[in-house]
């Protein structure tokens, strides 16, 4: 128990800027077998998104609520998940070899793609949110949050790492996941999709509908950075987490609609 508890701060200060505690100590093997609890993690990021919103929304129109929101996550997380996906958009946006795609990925300034990307994305989350009430925005953000991280962790399992492992700025990560880390990623997705139909059933349609988005968007992903890549890098994974955020989002407010 203890060992899964650093485990677990090990997955959160990867993930977020928050410190893991002293006692926590690290070995870099740990970091690969943390991954089981990326999905945790998400789930406290989405909880921090959706307070920012609740509480925000008592004294901002809902857009500067949301964007208040959406900044608070990029503050918890450094941006660590939108800078892969403009890495990534700018590696494969165009008709590039594999090699050039990686060498892009190594590049720190951002192009047209990775500029065009994160507008297309965030302004598509922020968009979404926008259209729902507090009420339907807080367990779409638990939910998607959670679910876009399962996502990147089923993609370690599933993809070869594509670049070079000895100069990967998380080494441990370049291995596959355990499929024990997998199902505790899928189930800790269940268990908060489940909590959500128990809070309010009307919520099954939209967390089914999420949870389809997402698995799509991760079949997706996969398909295409096995063909472009022959595996995944840690950007390719952060691009994921962002699209299957969105799709998670999308898909909710989509059955929010149909339903009212």
Partial sequence: ????????????????????????????????????????VGLGVGAVAALVLWAASFAFPPAVAVGLSIAGTLLLT????????????????????RERALEIMKDSRIGSYGA???LTVLGLKAA?????????AIPALLLAHTASRAAAVVLIRVLPYAGDIEHAKATPLARRVAPAGVVVALGTVVTVGGLLVVWVPAHAAAVAASAVLVA??????????RRRLGGYTGDALGATQQITELLALLGWLGIARCTN
């Fill in 78 to 97: 450094g941006g660590f998940h939108e800078d892969g996906l403009a890495d990534t958009a700018d590696a494969l946006g165009g008709a590039v070899s």
């Fill in 116 to 118: 065009l990307a994160l």
């Fill in 128 to 136: 979404a949110l926008s259209a729902m009430l507090p009420a339907l």
């Fill in 216 to 225: 799509i968007g991760t079949a997706w992903s996969a398909r295409w950075l």
């Fill in 1 to 40: 128990m203890i060992h899964e508890l650093r485990l677990f701060f090990v997955a959160l200060q990867f993930l977020t800027r928050v410190p893991s505690p002293r006692w926590v100590g690290f070995e870099p093997d740990w970091l690969n077998q943390s991954a089981r609890w990326f999905a945790l």
